[in-house]
Protein backbone atom coordinates (compact mmCIF):
# COMPACT_ATOMS: atom_id res chain seq x y z
CA UNK A 1 0.00 0.00 0.00
CA UNK A 2 1.87 3.05 -1.14
CA UNK A 3 1.52 6.76 -0.26
CA UNK A 4 1.41 9.57 -2.39
CA UNK A 5 3.78 12.06 -2.27
CA UNK A 6 1.74 14.29 -0.06
CA UNK A 7 0.78 11.96 2.29
CA UNK A 8 -2.26 10.80 0.57
CA UNK A 9 -3.63 7.09 0.63
CA UNK A 10 -6.75 6.19 -1.85
CA UNK A 11 -8.80 3.06 -0.48
CA UNK A 12 -11.70 2.33 -3.29
CA UNK A 13 -13.30 5.92 -3.15
CA UNK A 14 -11.98 6.72 0.84
CA UNK A 15 -8.79 9.17 1.01
CA UNK A 16 -6.80 8.78 3.93
CA UNK A 17 -4.16 11.60 5.38
CA UNK A 18 -1.11 10.59 7.13
CA UNK A 19 -0.19 12.77 9.97
CA UNK A 20 2.49 12.25 12.79
CA UNK A 21 3.11 8.28 14.09
CA UNK A 22 1.78 5.54 16.27
CA UNK A 23 3.80 2.44 17.82
CA UNK A 24 1.95 -0.80 17.36
CA UNK A 25 3.67 -4.04 18.97
CA UNK A 26 4.54 -7.01 16.60
CA UNK A 27 6.78 -9.68 18.24
CA UNK A 28 10.24 -8.94 18.55
CA UNK A 29 9.82 -5.79 16.76
CA UNK A 30 8.35 -2.73 16.95
CA UNK A 31 8.28 0.39 14.25
CA UNK A 32 6.80 3.53 13.38
CA UNK A 33 3.13 3.45 11.62
CA UNK A 34 1.35 6.23 10.14
CA UNK A 35 -1.40 7.63 11.51
CA UNK A 36 -4.33 8.39 9.91
CA UNK A 37 -6.05 11.04 10.43
CA UNK A 38 -8.72 13.33 9.00
CA UNK A 39 -7.68 16.68 7.26
CA UNK A 40 -11.08 17.70 5.56
CA UNK A 41 -14.64 16.90 6.76
CA UNK A 42 -15.03 13.39 8.82
CA UNK A 43 -17.67 11.11 8.69
CA UNK A 44 -19.70 10.83 11.84
CA UNK A 45 -20.14 6.99 12.08
CA UNK A 46 -20.54 4.22 15.07
CA UNK A 47 -18.70 2.04 12.46
CA UNK A 48 -14.97 1.39 12.27
CA UNK A 49 -13.30 -0.75 9.38
CA UNK A 50 -10.08 -2.32 9.87
CA UNK A 51 -7.67 -1.65 7.24
CA UNK A 52 -4.30 -4.20 7.32
CA UNK A 53 -1.25 -3.13 5.40
CA UNK A 54 2.62 -3.98 5.57
CA UNK A 55 5.42 -2.02 6.73
CA UNK A 56 9.07 -2.48 8.03
CA UNK A 57 11.68 -4.21 6.97
CA UNK A 58 12.59 -8.02 7.47
CA UNK A 59 9.45 -9.24 6.09
CA UNK A 60 7.69 -8.32 9.55
CA UNK A 61 4.23 -7.71 9.27
CA UNK A 62 2.59 -4.89 10.79
CA UNK A 63 -0.73 -3.53 10.96
CA UNK A 64 -2.94 -0.42 11.29
CA UNK A 65 -6.22 0.41 11.21
CA UNK A 66 -8.26 2.99 9.91
CA UNK A 67 -10.94 4.51 12.11
CA UNK A 68 -13.77 4.78 9.35
CA UNK A 69 -14.79 8.69 11.11
CA UNK A 70 -10.99 9.25 9.75
CA UNK A 71 -11.94 8.95 5.79
CA UNK A 72 -13.60 11.51 3.85
CA UNK A 73 -14.74 10.89 0.40
CA UNK A 74 -13.04 12.34 -3.20
CA UNK A 75 -15.72 14.92 -2.83
CA UNK A 76 -15.63 16.04 0.86
CA UNK A 77 -19.60 14.33 1.41
CA UNK A 78 -19.86 12.48 4.30
CA UNK A 79 -22.73 11.64 5.99
CA UNK A 80 -23.79 8.85 9.59
CA UNK A 81 -23.28 5.92 6.88
CA UNK A 82 -20.09 5.22 5.26
CA UNK A 83 -21.53 5.49 1.91
CA UNK A 84 -23.01 8.22 -0.08
CA UNK A 85 -24.06 8.82 -3.72
CA UNK A 86 -20.96 8.75 -5.02
CA UNK A 87 -19.23 5.51 -3.77
CA UNK A 88 -18.58 3.00 -6.05
CA UNK A 89 -17.13 -0.34 -4.45
CA UNK A 90 -13.87 -1.18 -4.94
CA UNK A 91 -13.74 -4.53 -6.85
CA UNK A 92 -10.23 -4.56 -7.93
CA UNK A 93 -9.30 -7.68 -6.83
CA UNK A 94 -5.28 -7.05 -6.65
CA UNK A 95 -5.38 -4.13 -4.62
CA UNK A 96 -3.07 -3.50 -1.73
CA UNK A 97 -5.86 -3.23 0.77
CA UNK A 98 -7.24 -7.00 -0.54
CA UNK A 99 -3.93 -8.42 -1.01
CA UNK A 100 -3.00 -7.33 3.16
CA UNK A 101 -6.30 -8.22 4.40
CA UNK A 102 -5.84 -11.80 2.44
CA UNK A 103 -2.19 -11.75 3.82
CA UNK A 104 -3.89 -11.64 7.53
CA UNK A 105 -5.99 -14.31 6.78
CA UNK A 106 -4.08 -16.87 5.74
CA UNK A 107 -1.62 -15.89 8.44
CA UNK A 108 -3.95 -16.54 11.48
CA UNK A 109 -2.98 -19.99 13.33
CA UNK A 110 -3.83 -21.79 16.29
CA UNK A 111 -0.37 -21.08 18.95
CA UNK A 112 -0.67 -22.81 21.89
CA UNK A 113 0.51 -21.79 25.28
CA UNK A 114 3.79 -23.64 25.58
CA UNK A 115 4.44 -21.74 22.19
CA UNK A 116 4.30 -18.86 24.10
CA UNK A 117 6.93 -16.13 25.79
CA UNK A 118 5.50 -15.38 28.53
CA UNK A 119 5.49 -11.44 27.61
CA UNK A 120 2.43 -10.00 28.60
CA UNK A 121 -0.15 -8.73 26.36
CA UNK A 122 -1.00 -4.50 26.37
CA UNK A 123 -4.73 -4.25 27.53
CA UNK A 124 -4.54 -2.11 24.13
CA UNK A 125 -4.23 -5.17 21.82
CA UNK A 126 -6.84 -6.96 23.92
CA UNK A 127 -9.34 -4.09 23.95
CA UNK A 128 -8.68 -3.51 19.58
CA UNK A 129 -9.62 -7.51 19.28
CA UNK A 130 -12.66 -6.70 21.50
CA UNK A 131 -13.77 -3.75 19.22
CA UNK A 132 -13.54 -5.79 16.28
CA UNK A 133 -15.44 -8.92 17.54
CA UNK A 134 -17.84 -6.23 18.67
CA UNK A 135 -18.59 -5.72 14.57
CA UNK A 136 -19.07 -8.99 14.01
CA UNK A 137 -22.29 -9.87 11.53
CA UNK A 138 -25.87 -10.48 13.41
CA UNK A 139 -29.51 -11.48 12.88
CA UNK A 140 -31.52 -8.95 14.13
CA UNK A 141 -28.63 -6.60 15.88
CA UNK A 142 -29.18 -8.97 18.88
CA UNK A 143 -25.08 -8.82 19.64
CA UNK A 144 -25.43 -11.96 21.69
CA UNK A 145 -21.68 -12.19 22.20
CA UNK A 146 -20.28 -11.42 25.83
CA UNK A 147 -16.55 -11.54 26.68
CA UNK A 148 -14.92 -11.93 30.28
CA UNK A 149 -11.85 -11.33 30.22
CA UNK A 150 -9.24 -12.66 32.81
CA UNK A 151 -5.60 -11.22 33.40
CA UNK A 152 -3.05 -10.67 35.82
CA UNK A 153 -3.96 -11.88 39.40
CA UNK A 154 -7.38 -12.61 37.71
CA UNK A 155 -6.04 -14.78 35.32
CA UNK A 156 -4.65 -17.37 37.70
CA UNK A 157 -7.09 -17.32 40.48
CA UNK A 158 -9.48 -18.03 37.44
CA UNK A 159 -6.98 -21.38 36.49
CA UNK A 160 -7.69 -22.51 40.01
CA UNK A 161 -11.27 -22.42 39.62
CA UNK A 162 -11.49 -24.20 36.55
CA UNK A 163 -9.13 -26.82 37.59
CA UNK A 164 -11.62 -27.02 40.92
CA UNK A 165 -14.60 -27.25 39.19
CA UNK A 166 -13.34 -30.28 37.62
CA UNK A 167 -11.86 -31.85 40.44
CA UNK A 168 -15.57 -31.19 42.14
CA UNK A 169 -17.58 -33.01 39.02
CA UNK A 170 -15.75 -36.12 38.87
CA UNK A 171 -15.87 -38.82 41.49
CA UNK A 172 -12.78 -39.04 43.70
CA UNK A 173 -11.87 -42.68 41.77
CA UNK A 174 -12.16 -41.13 38.22
CA UNK A 175 -10.30 -37.89 39.26
CA UNK A 176 -6.94 -37.61 36.97
CA UNK A 177 -4.66 -35.54 38.28
CA UNK A 178 -3.02 -35.04 34.66
CA UNK A 179 -6.72 -33.38 33.67
CA UNK A 180 -6.30 -31.13 36.30
CA UNK A 181 -2.49 -29.88 35.97
CA UNK A 182 -3.40 -29.64 32.07
CA UNK A 183 -6.62 -27.70 33.21
CA UNK A 184 -4.38 -25.30 35.91
CA UNK A 185 -1.48 -25.14 33.21
CA UNK A 186 -3.20 -23.66 30.42
CA UNK A 187 -4.81 -20.53 31.50
CA UNK A 188 -1.58 -19.91 33.51
CA UNK A 189 0.77 -20.11 31.28
CA UNK A 190 -1.38 -17.74 28.61
CA UNK A 191 -1.28 -13.86 29.04
CA UNK A 192 -5.01 -13.13 28.30
CA UNK A 193 -8.09 -15.97 29.16
CA UNK A 194 -11.13 -14.45 27.04
CA UNK A 195 -14.17 -16.67 28.11
CA UNK A 196 -16.09 -16.56 24.92
CA UNK A 197 -20.31 -16.50 25.95
CA UNK A 198 -23.31 -16.55 23.96
CA UNK A 199 -26.10 -14.79 25.43
CA UNK A 200 -29.58 -14.68 24.40
CA UNK A 201 -31.45 -11.37 23.76
CA UNK A 202 -35.28 -10.61 24.05
CA UNK A 203 -36.05 -11.95 20.23
CA UNK A 204 -36.59 -15.65 20.95
CA UNK A 205 -37.73 -15.68 17.05
CA UNK A 206 -33.82 -15.38 16.63
CA UNK A 207 -32.69 -18.86 16.47
CA UNK A 208 -30.41 -19.73 18.80
CA UNK A 209 -27.97 -21.89 16.49
CA UNK A 210 -27.99 -17.50 14.66
CA UNK A 211 -26.81 -16.43 17.87
CA UNK A 212 -24.03 -19.11 18.25
CA UNK A 213 -22.78 -18.07 14.58
CA UNK A 214 -22.74 -14.35 15.60
CA UNK A 215 -20.21 -15.03 18.14
CA UNK A 216 -18.59 -17.44 15.88
CA UNK A 217 -18.19 -14.63 13.33
CA UNK A 218 -16.94 -12.12 16.42
CA UNK A 219 -14.14 -14.73 17.62
CA UNK A 220 -13.04 -14.85 13.57
CA UNK A 221 -13.18 -10.77 13.93
CA UNK A 222 -11.30 -11.13 17.41
CA UNK A 223 -8.13 -14.13 16.29
CA UNK A 224 -7.83 -11.97 12.69
CA UNK A 225 -6.65 -8.86 14.91
CA UNK A 226 -4.50 -10.61 17.68
CA UNK A 227 -2.49 -12.15 13.89
CA UNK A 228 -2.41 -8.40 12.92
CA UNK A 229 -0.97 -7.59 15.84
CA UNK A 230 1.84 -10.18 15.76
CA UNK A 231 -0.05 -11.91 18.79
CA UNK A 232 -0.94 -15.78 19.06
CA UNK A 233 -3.93 -17.57 20.32
CA UNK A 234 -6.55 -20.43 20.39
CA UNK A 235 -10.41 -21.26 20.85
CA UNK A 236 -10.00 -23.74 23.66
CA UNK A 237 -12.97 -26.05 24.77
CA UNK A 238 -11.21 -28.25 26.48
CA UNK A 239 -11.64 -28.80 30.51
CA UNK A 240 -15.33 -28.03 31.81
CA UNK A 241 -16.67 -25.81 29.00
CA UNK A 242 -19.71 -27.28 28.16
CA UNK A 243 -19.99 -28.30 31.86
CA UNK A 244 -22.66 -27.01 33.71
CA UNK A 245 -20.69 -25.92 37.09
CA UNK A 246 -18.95 -23.65 34.19
CA UNK A 247 -22.28 -22.27 33.38
CA UNK A 248 -23.11 -21.17 36.70
CA UNK A 249 -19.05 -20.20 37.51
CA UNK A 250 -19.53 -17.74 34.43
CA UNK A 251 -22.91 -16.33 35.68
CA UNK A 252 -25.24 -17.28 32.65
CA UNK A 253 -28.49 -17.37 32.32
CA UNK A 254 -30.61 -20.21 31.22
CA UNK A 255 -30.23 -20.15 27.49
CA UNK A 256 -26.75 -18.67 27.37
CA UNK A 257 -23.70 -21.14 26.33
CA UNK A 258 -20.48 -20.88 27.24
CA UNK A 259 -18.90 -21.62 24.06
CA UNK A 260 -15.07 -21.91 24.97
CA UNK A 261 -11.93 -19.74 26.03
CA UNK A 262 -9.73 -17.61 23.49
CA UNK A 263 -6.36 -17.97 25.17
CA UNK A 264 -3.77 -15.14 24.31
CA UNK A 265 -0.25 -14.30 24.63
CA UNK A 266 3.30 -13.71 22.34
CA UNK A 267 4.31 -15.94 20.48
CA UNK A 268 7.88 -16.71 21.39
CA UNK A 269 8.54 -18.02 17.75
CA UNK A 270 6.78 -17.34 14.40
CA UNK A 271 4.11 -19.85 13.90
CA UNK A 272 4.57 -22.38 11.36
CA UNK A 273 3.09 -22.05 7.68
CA UNK A 274 -0.49 -23.12 7.66
CA UNK A 275 -1.46 -26.05 5.51
CA UNK A 276 -5.49 -27.36 4.34
CA UNK A 277 -6.20 -30.86 3.42
CA UNK A 278 -7.54 -29.89 0.42
CA UNK A 279 -7.57 -26.94 -2.37
CA UNK A 280 -10.51 -24.17 -1.54
CA UNK A 281 -11.89 -25.05 -4.93
CA UNK A 282 -12.77 -28.98 -3.96
CA UNK A 283 -15.01 -27.33 -1.18
CA UNK A 284 -16.83 -24.88 -3.67
CA UNK A 285 -19.79 -25.81 -6.06
CA UNK A 286 -20.91 -23.35 -8.95
CA UNK A 287 -24.36 -23.40 -9.82
CA UNK A 288 -24.49 -20.89 -13.16
CA UNK A 289 -27.62 -22.08 -14.67
Known amino acids: M ?3 AAGWLCVGNW ?29 QTLARVQIFTTFGPHHHRLFTRLPLEHAISPTGKGGSYPRNKD ?36 REAVEQMLEAA ?24 FAKAHAELYRASVPEAE ?43 AVQNMWLTATSLGLGGYWSTGGMTYHPAMHNFLGLGPEDQCLGFFMLGVPATTPPAGRRNQPWQAKVEWIEQ
Request: with cysteine.
Open 2 to 4: KWS
Open 15 to 43: WYSSQGGVILRNTGYQAPLPKMQATNRMI
Open 87 to 122: FTPNLMTNSSATEALREVILARRSVFTAQFSGEEVP
Open 134 to 157: HWAPNHGRTEPWHFKVYTGEGRLA
Open 175 to 217: FNQGKYDKILGHASEASVVIAICMKRGEKPNIPVQEEVEAVAA
